[in-house]
């Protein structure tokens, strides 16, 4: 297929697709998928080789959010039925961490719930930075707090923090479709202050909100735009008692091709499968492996995930291996340049998008394949008495 040949060796060269190319690659057929998958994966193989980074959640603060992101279990006017307290202490925090490093996680999550930190935030994220990295000092910290003031950013690098998590989630003209209170803009702002600091800039979406695939592909170059290091594609979980609760527009089939588009837009960058992959990708989850290099090991802020043992089975039946802590996750140039960042607080400039025409959007699935069966609310692991999931 001279498609998948072209993408392919862009993909080796480190070279943008078009639009055109990219939009082709979401509009591909289930007889085509395979040899989509094998594309993408060969892409994958060329910098990232057979590893897969484990990431471990710590949502340090649940619900009450004043944002009204509709796709959030924890937004303003929420009615899910999710975990809901206040800050976990250090040492709390630091409990949690553990059990995802037991498991084999290499990077800790720090998540708290609101439109951005505070102050005095800011000084209770540096103290579980130090009560974690205390404990295991090779360990990666990602905080993900929402929209950051000035020197907030910085404070974090001077904690301890290797990269902080802010997601663009859609394009910038739909963004105001799901949120209300804060906008694009804003998002991308907090993820230049991050890179601007010399933080590690993990920036993501957010598929099957009801987006066209232009929308998909308009993020996912501003993504490459950005400069991400790490870019993590969440897949919408339908809480009930959220505006989104009946957008179940996602398959298997489609959670694959837009992995591959990532992947092809951002060939020597983390793509990360996020949120929902149990729920949307289900028994199809392996042959996500071999387009994405990273997944969370065990829950997510308010749902759960597949158990942490099934996990790693998964990764070893499909033939990957975990990536150690003593391994650099980025290739050897992009590596270099994040450490000049970090020395000199720039980030590399990305390549910009070229032009290109649309395909059709996906038909939403019938109702007999809606799976609300598969999210579980999260009741165990932090914020609560019981065991994690790791």
């Known amino acids: 297929m001279d498609l998948l040949d072209t993408l392919t060796a862009k993909g080796l060269r480190r070279e943008l697709p078009t639009r055109e190319e990219a939009l082709a690659v979401l509009a591909t057929t289930d007889d085509e998928l395979l040899d989509v998958v094998a594309a993408a994966g060969r892409v994958r193989r060329q910098w990232f080789g057979r590893r897969v980074k484990l990431n471990y959640l710590v949502n340090l603060k649940s619900g009450l959010c004043p944002e009204d992101c ?22 709390q925090a630091a409990e949690a961490a553990a059990a995802g490093l037991a498991g084999g996680a290499k990077r800790v999550c720090l998540v708290a719930s609101g439109r951005g930190p505070t102050d005095r935030d800011i000084d209770r994220v540096a103290d579980t930075i130090a009560a974690i990295k205390g404990a295991n000092e090779q360990v990666e910290v990602c905080a993900c707090l929402g929209l950051l003031s ?23 003209s739909t963004y105001g479709d799901i949120t209300s209170t804060h906008t694009y803009a804003d998002r991308v702002d907090t993820v230049n202050k991050a890179h601007g600091a010399g933080l590690s800039a993990c920036s993501g979406l957010i598929a099957g909100m009801g987006e066209s695939d ?23 979980i339908p809480f009930e008692g959220t505006p989104l609760a009946k957008e179940w527009n996602l398959t298997p089939q489609r959670c ?31 042959l996500g492996l071999h387009i994405a290099n990273s997944i969370f090991l065990g829950d997510y802020l308010t749902s759960e995930g597949q158990a942490g043992q099934a996990d790693l089975e998964m990764i070893a039946d499909a033939g990957f291996e975990v990536e150690g802590a003593g391994q650099v996750t980025l290739p050897q140039h992009r590596s270099e340049v994040s450490a000049a960042a970090d020395s000199c607080g720039t980030g590399g400039g990305g390549c910009g998008p070229c032009g290109g025409a649309a395909a059709p959007e996906a038909e939403p699935v019938a109702a007999d394949e809606v799976r609300s069966d598969l999210v579980k609310v999260r009741r165990r692991g932090a914020g609560t008495e019981l065991a994690p999931n790791a």
């Open 150 to 172: 000035d020197n907030q950013a910085e404070r974090l690098k001077a904690a301890g923090a290797d990269a902080y998590n802010h997601n663009l989630n859609t394009s910038e």
């Open 70 to 91: 509709s796709y959030c279990s924890q937004r303003l006017g929420s009615k899910a039925e999710i975990l809901k307290y206040t800050w976990l202490k250090p040492e």
């Open 214 to 236: 232009e929308d998909l592909v308009d993020v996912v170059f501003a993504l490459r735009e950005l400069d991400s290091d790490s870019v993590p594609v969440n897949f919408l």
């Open 256 to 286: 694959l091709r837009i992995l591959a588009m990532v992947r092809f837009v951002c060939p020597d960058v983390e793509v990360r499968i996020a949120g929902g992959r149990e729920v949307h990708l289900r028994s199809m989850q392996p």
